[in-house]
């Protein structure tokens, strides 16, 4: 069998793993991956919607909410860790997987850095999005075996079961659990365009060498 990790005779048919990602910028490079999983989670529910009738969304519709939340996960963590470097703070980042609790941390980070009023406005607007999607997320986490964990593990959408072997709400539920593909493919667009935004503009603030030339 010809490798994986190989190129292929066509560039256009040979994925660059390092031609995004820079050396000694981990910052940008969680925003680059962050941007992959975005995409890819936008770009499989996309090809649901082109044509369903396999069924596809339906075992598809687990690795979409796991790159989204992913994907979520990795903007809020580069978030938190430029605000922490802007506010000198000696951690990089909110640890764990809990996208809910690191969204927290965030928001703090950001009323303590920002002073001006409409800069928080901005902020609150470009991530009204987010903040109504986890809300609508964790009311069906909260409801499920975990809903007292101190740091949820976001593992419903890779396991079918939690570390107890208790099902999750999907399949404990009787009743269907269901995503509408095209809301998600409006609403994460503009989850994924903000986050993006926001962590590139503090990652440059957070990492600005004033040139004295």
């Not at 992959?36 to 596809?56: E, S």
């Not at 927290?104 to 980070?109: A, D, E, L, Q, S």
């Not at 269901?178 to 994460?188: A, I």
Request: with cysteine.
């Amino acid at each position: 069998m010809e490798k994986i990790f190989s190129y292929n005779v066509d560039i256009d048919k040979t994925a660059y793993m390092n031609w995004r990602t820079r050396p000694h910028q981990p910052i940008h490079d969680m925003m680059i991956i962050a941007d992959g999983y975005m995409k890819a989670a936008i770009m499989l529910a996309h090809d649901c919607l082109q044509g369903n009738m396999d069924k596809k969304a339906d075992i598809v519709v687990f690795p979409i909410l796991f790159s989204a939340n992913h994907a979520i996960e990795l903007y809020l963590k580069s978030i938190n860790w430029s605000l922490n470097m802007l506010l000198n703070e000696k951690e990089s980042f909110c640890g764990g997987h809990d996208i809910r609790q690191i969204w927290n941390t965030v928001k703090k980070r950001m009323i303590s850095f920002e002073s001006d009023k409409d800069q928080r406005k901005q902020f609150k607007e470009m991530t009204k999005e987010l903040d109504d999607y986890i809300l609508e997320l964790y009311d069906k986490i909260d409801k499920d075996h975990n809903a007292n964990a101190k740091m949820k593990n976001m593992d419903f959408s890779r396991y079918p079961f939690n570390t107890d072997d208790e099902y999750h709400f999907y399949i404990e539920n009787y009743g269907n659990e269901v995503v509408d593909l095209e809301m998600f493919v409006k609403v994460f667009k503009k989850i994924g365009d903000n986050l993006n935004c926001i962590a590139g503009y503090y990652e440059e603030m957070a990492t600005f060498v004033p040139d004295y030339d």
